[in-house]
T-cell receptor
Framework: TQLLEQSPQFLSIQEGENLTVYCNSS?????LQWYRQEPGEGPVLLVT???GGEVKKLKRLTFQFGDARKDSSLHITAAQPGDTGLYLC??????????WGAGTKLIIKP | KAGVTQTPRYLIKTRGQQVTLSCSPI?????VSWYQQTPGQGLQFLFE???????NKGNFPGRFSGRQFSNSRSEMNVSTLELGDSALYLC?????????????FGQGTRLTVV
């Protein structure tokens, strides 16, 4: 059973379009982390959100943590081919364990 | 600062054999976690070691075991290999104290069981 549900699992869009990836759970997390993984590499941290309702921006990427700290979203504006990769969310439990979503495979076509 | 180093990068083993994978964390990190990644199951948590003690454990059979040494280096062992154990095994280290829980991953060991 996946404690963190990520959707969609796969997304293929044209360059310039906008997209949103969702990460949902029935559990409360002390923080929520988003990672991007490229082929042949391990995941790399993009951002950590800690406070309910928090919004963080990283250039064209906007991350939001739900008010109840159970869900999060990643919005990409004007996607570019360089955004292609596997996006993973991970919720931190009180015992420091990270609970991982299954990932969203994103392909941006030129 | 050197990153997380996993060895070997690639491994081919036969069913029934055993394998040991190694992970050297970032200097100063006391937490090392191991994950199995497959296209069908995503990133599955195996276990986490913190200061030589297993702090968290995932839902894997007892064939999967690990340990951490006093210098924080960690090894993962899989005994009696099965075809389904073919996967990318990732190791992540973190400071894991207070608010700093960012996981730094190695490039992984690609294990193929034939």
């Amino acid at each position: 059973t996946q404690l963190l549900e990520q959707s969609p699992q796969f997304l293929s869009i044209q360059e310039g379009e906008n997209l949103t990836v969702y990460c949902n759970s029935s559990s409360v997390f002390s923080s929520l982390q988003w990672y991007r993984q490229e082929p042949g590499e391990g995941p790399v941290l993009l951002v950590t959100v800690v406070t309910g309702g928090e919004v963080k921006k990283l250039k064209r990427l906007t991350f939001q943590f739900g008010d109840a700290r159970k869900d999060s979203s990643l919005h990409i504006t004007a996607a570019q081919p360089g955004d292609t990769g596997l996006y993973l969310c991970a919720g931190e439990r009180s015992n420091y364990q990270l609970i991982w979503g299954a990932g969203t495979k994103l392909i941006i076509k030129p | 600062k050197a990153g997380v180093t996993q060895t070997p990068r690639y491994l081919i083993k036969t069913r029934g054999q055993q394998v040991t994978l190694s992970c050297s964390p970032i200097s100063g990190h006391r937490s090392v976690s191991w994950y199995q990644q497959t296209p069908g199951q995503g990133l599955q948590f195996l276990f986490e070691y913190f200061s030589e003690t297993q702090r968290n454990k995932g839902n894997f059979p007892g064939r999967f075991s690990g340990r951490q040494f006093s210098n924080s280096r960690s090894e993962m062992n899989v005994s009696t290999l099965e075809l389904g154990d073919s996967a990318l095994y990732l190791c992540a280290s973190s400071f894991s104290e207070g608010m700093d829980t960012e996981a730094f991953f190695g490039q992984g060991t690609r294990l193929t069981v034939v």
